[in-house]
């Protein structure tokens, strides 16, 4: 149980002693009263947040289809929704049930929020460090103070990262500096709630962008890996860095994509740092091993893991699920350099549902519960997923990217070969799927440069119309290798939710077809982009999304 929640527990607890009079007419102050850095760093413990924002973003996406619509030949399922809001989800509607779920859009919130929160207690606290230079009433040594700016380092990484991905499910897309000032952000909270019923404003989305780069500025100008026990659980140097590329390649500053991807890799080659998953798969006696092994620490690229509470693997076999179109697009479909059933990337690592094989598949590494018992005998607890939030095979596309809106084709193509020959090495370069060959240009061009090869693997990108540049310019040249670097990046965030981040920033239309009849369409920045802000939140008097 994290601190968070025993902290609520407790809180629980007393209220239940005083009358409700007397706790109404309290002024709900939530810092948290510290006084070394030993406790500063148990409270980043819980400023990870542990909610995981899979199910509202792969819902929304085109990587998930409903097992209720018929298929081309009318075959259809009647499988039910795991949960009351699937549906609400998938149609991009507003969500208004369900809404204490850890996967629904208040728990993201609530999540998101709780981490900022326990983020701020510690830079408060760092700051009075820094001012008075005494630590207890002694001074800090040269130690404490390398210490302090580590501790200082992360809390502020920890705010831009939550504060970003709340703009990712919540706000519409990046637009630039000009019409994100147009744009509705969210609150970009900064300091402990000390106040009864404080007052929000939302700002601008542009407002919200400069909050974040400046956290995020300050996060790298002081991380280090030097006071970590285990690195990967934390903003480590590489995982700020991913960040920072993540977090400029919405923004379309694709020089500073270039710098902080190829920190993230602090100068090694970054097929040291390759997706090794498959080499072990030998040694993988249940399935369950495998998805340990792709989400623990000792694997090369992961650059950082993130522990979520979530009931994402229990929708296997409901309602909606990586099907049809979205499955043949992402874990079984052609390629540039493969033309069977399955890229090697997922060959003897994709299961299937418990009715025909177009009607659900999973690559299990990124979404195999793994389960925390709290009593095995009366076989309760927690279900979780490790999240491989930051690795070097996603940051790498980041840099492909970028390459490409500079103008460095060649570049680009290095990066998207050492990313596609990492992953055909894995299985025999002829197989009963089909054969498999190194990237070229000329097999990009090929299969991305003309008709969509099926399931909506190559789209039409509108990115100049959600995102003006006067700068960067998507051209005829570069489009069959971005749509590459979208299929490649969809394929390696299977599961994960990311996909839903580029559909927005891309400009992507998209289409779910519901049930028998109904059909549901999101065009090019439609006000859907952004997720509807949680009911309760709206409630208490903050400005709903645009419908």
Request: with cysteine; net charge negative.
């Amino acid at each position: 149980m994290k601190l968070r929640y025993k902290i609520l527990f407790i809180a629980v607890a007393l209220i239940g002693l005083s009358s409700c009079s007397d706790f109404l007419e309290k002024v709900p102050d939530t810092r948290v009263y510290l006084v070394n850095l030993d406790q500063l760093e148990q409270l980043l413990i819980t400023g990870y947040n542990d909610h995981n924002y899979a199910v509202l973003c792969e819902y929304s996406s085109d990587n998930v289809g409903d097992t209720n619509a018929p298929d081309k030949d009318g075959n259809r399922y009647n499988y039910s929704s795991y949960s009351r809001y699937d549906e609400q989800i998938y149609a991009w509607q507003d969500v208004d049930l369900d809404i204490s779920a850890s996967d629904s859009p208040s728990g993201l919130w609530q999540g998101c929020y709780s981490a900022i929160a326990a983020a701020n207690a510690v830079i408060e606290k760092v700051e009075e460090f820094e001012a008075t230079g005494e630590i207890e009433g002694q001074p800090m040594s040269f130690r404490d103070k390398a210490r302090l700016a580590a501790i200082k380092g992360e809390a502020h990484m920890i705010r831009a990262y939550h504060h970003y991905i709340l703009a990712q499910i919540f706000c519409m897309p990046y637009r630039g500096p000009q019409i994100s000032a147009t744009l509705p952000g969210l609150p970009y909270a900064t300091k402990p709630e000390t106040e009864l019923y404080p007052k929000y404003d939302r700002g601008t989305l542009e407002e919200f962008y400069q909050n974040i780069e400046k956290d995020l500025q300050i996060g790298l100008a002081n991380v280090t890996d030097e006071f970590y026990e285990v690195p990967k659980y934390h903003f480590n140097v590489a995982a700020s860095n991913a960040f920072a590329a993540r977090f400029y390649l919405a923004k379309r500053e694709y020089d500073k994509v270039v710098q902080y991807a190829t920190a993230a890799f602090k100068g090694n080659d970054p097929e040291a740092l390759r997706n090794d998953y498959w080499d072990h798969q030998e040694d993988f006696i249940e399935w369950e091993d495998g998805a340990r092994y792709y989400t623990s620490i000792e694997r090369p690229g992961n650059f950082m893991l993130m522990d979520t509470y979530t009931e994402w693997f229990r929708r296997w076999g409901s309602r909606f699920f990586t099907m049809g179109d979205g499955m043949r697009a992402s874990i079984q479909g052609p390629g540039p350099s493969w033309n069977g059933e399955y890229m090697p990337f997922f060959r003897n690592s994709v299961l299937g549902s418990p009715s025909a094989p177009q009607y659900g598949w999973f690559f299990y590494a990124t979404y195999w519960e793994q389960f925390e018992y709290t009593d095995k005998i009366a076989g309760i607890g927690y279900p979780h997923m490790v999240r491989p939030e930051f690795t070097s095979q996603e940051t790498l596309l980041f840099r492909a990217e970028a390459y490409l809106f500079l103008g460095d084709i060649d570049a680009a193509f290095e990066d998207l070969y050492r990313w596609n020959h990492e992953h055909i090495m894995q299985g025999d370069m002829a197989s009963n799927n089909g054969s498999m060959s190194e990237l070229e240009k000329a097999r990009i061009v090929s299969f991305y440069g003309g008709k969509d090869p099926g399931s909506g693997i190559v789209r039409p990108f509108h990115i100049d119309e959600v995102c003006p540049s006067d700068k960067y310019h998507l051209t005829p040249e570069i489009e069959p290798y971005l749509n590459c670097v979208q299929h490649f990046r969809r394929m390696q965030n299977a599961h994960l939710g990311q996909r839903w981040f580029d559909i927005k920033r891309y400009g992507f239309s998209i289409t779910h077809k519901m049930g028998k009849d109904d059909i549901y369409t999101l065009e090019v920045l439609d006000p859907r982009y952004a997720i509807q802000i949680p009911a309760e939140v709206i409630g208490a008097g903050l400005e709903p999304n645009a419908r």
